[in-house]
């Protein structure tokens, strides 16, 4: 497909660390921006964070800001979240995606990858 997780989700209790991993081997992820979503089951999906085209500077939502680590690599053409002192808050299905092409932030994204679920026990 699109994207293609090379590490998933899974079941990690509180306080653990994981880290999930997207690549595309059908487009290239360099000069765009891409960004990190989550959705929780009866919830609003909501956005974790964004890594900008222009200068790879990223952006981090309140809740996860300190915990969680956005990264790139263009050799690779994947993106990374390193997510580290998890809370039963953040289970949800985490989905990567690219947004259009000009968009410096993760305000219109064109390519979504899989979901893959993370859930945190407590």
């Known amino acids: 497909l699109r994207f293609s997780c090379r590490r998933g989700g899974g079941l990690v209790q509180t306080g653990g660390s994981l880290t999930l991993s997207c690549a595309s081997s059908e487009f290239i992820l360099d000069g765009y921006a891409i960004g990190w979503f989550r959705q929780a089951p009866g919830k609003e999906r909501e956005g974790v964070s964004c890594?900008?085209?222009?200068?790879?500077?990223?952006y981090y939502a309140d809740s996860v800001k300190g915990r969680f680590t956005m990264s790139r690599d263009n050799a690779k053409n994947a993106v990374y979240l390193e997510m580290k002192s998890l809370e039963p808050e953040d289970t949800a299905v985490y989905y990567c995606?690219?947004?259009?092409?000009?968009?410096?932030?993760?305000?219109?994204?064109?390519?979504w990858g899989k979901g893959t679920q993370v859930t945190v026990s407590s």
């Open positions: 995606a690219r947004a259009r092409l000009g968009a410096d932030l993760c305000y219109n994204m064109d390519h």
């Open positions: 890594i900008r085209s222009s200068d790879g500077s990223t």
